[in-house]
């Protein structure tokens, strides 16, 4: 059995993940990380239902003794200090938090040489069949067809667009070879035009409780294709992540994403 240690435990994430061990003989709960702010410190990882027995903690150095395995689903300002932490306790992580920069992306890429880390802006299994959908559309429709990405999550929210939305982007931007950032639009306010032939636009919802939905379009005169996902519970994304951190325990270190998990 792989021992498990969680960042963000007290969060959306960290307790669906806790749901979602309840039915993965493959791993126990090992560590259960919070911030050094967090209500919940000392406190057991499970906010309601049967205890697990791991308190929570803000050291991450501790909660990571005696894991096989780490997940973070904290916040994207917070992932290249956790993979830091992992690197010298010599523990592979799955990055799951989002909304982090490019200097952050280098220096997981740095920290890649040393353990795996698995970069999965969105672990859900159906996501990422998406991803290659999105990627075969991309390459086959040509550039002169549109694309417009939209993305809808709830109201707690913090980062826009989504990690999976720019993923998303990133897919049709690598078919198209060209680069994301020098294509992407993502305010149109005022009198912003005609459509740029080749930009990949970006538009975005926050609303209710909504789990998390990507919509990509294609569109030419006469025609539009749309590929769509619809996350309805938390759990998706927990059981990926539980899936693709099973897959990473005893990797080579390197630099990996949720193709590699699901051999797509
Ligand atoms: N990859 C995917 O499939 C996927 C799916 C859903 C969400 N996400 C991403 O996962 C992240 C978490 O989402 P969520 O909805 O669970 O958010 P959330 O409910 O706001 O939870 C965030 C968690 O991070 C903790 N935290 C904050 N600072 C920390 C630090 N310095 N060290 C350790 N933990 C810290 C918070 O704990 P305290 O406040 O108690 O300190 C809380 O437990 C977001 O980036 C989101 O975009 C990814």
């Not at 906010?47 to 803000?58: F, N, Y």
């Not at 932490?85 to 982090?100: D, S």
């Not at 999550?153 to 989504?162: G, L, V």
Request: hydrophobic share 45%; net charge neutral.
């Amino acid at each position: 059995m792989h021992a498990l240690a969680i960042f963000g435990i007290t969060g959306r994430m960290g307790q669906s993940l806790l749901h979602a061990l309840h039915d993965t003989p493959a791993f126990r709960l090992s560590g259960a990380i919070a911030s050094a702010a967090s209500g919940r410190l000392g406190r057991d990882a499970a906010g309601e239902g049967p205890p697990t027995g791991v308190l929570i903690t803000a050291d991450s150095g501790l909660g990571l003794q005696g894991a096989s395995v780490a997940v973070d689903f904290s916040l994207g300002t917070c992932v290249t200090a956790h993979a830091r932490v992992c690197a010298a306790a010599g523990v592979p992580i799955l990055i799951g938090a989002t909304g982090f920069d490019a200097a952050s992306r280098d220096v997981l890429q740095q920290v890649a040489r040393d353990i795996p880390v698995l970069i999965a802006p969105n672990t859900s299994v159906g996501v990422s069949a998406v991803a290659k959908l999105v990627s075969l559309a991309a390459a086959g429709l040509g550039p002169s067809y549109d694309v417009e990405i939209s993305e809808a999550h709830h109201r707690m929210k913090r980062d826009a667009p989504s990690g999976t939305a720019l993923a998303l982007g990133e897919a049709v931007a690598q078919a198209r070879g060209v680069a994301l950032q020098e294509v992407a639009i993502y305010d149109r306010t005022g009198l912003s035009g005609p459509r740029k032939p080749g930009s990949i636009g970006f538009s975005v919802l926050r609303a209710g409780d909504i789990v998390g939905e990507h919509t990509v379009t294609f569109a030419a005169a006469g025609e539009r294709v749309e590929i769509t996902h619809r996350a309805t519970d938390r759990i998706t994304f927990a059981r990926g992540a539980l899936r693709a951190a099973e897959w990473l325990v005893g990797r080579p270190a390197g630099l990996y994403g949720m193709q590699n998990v699901l051999g797509l």
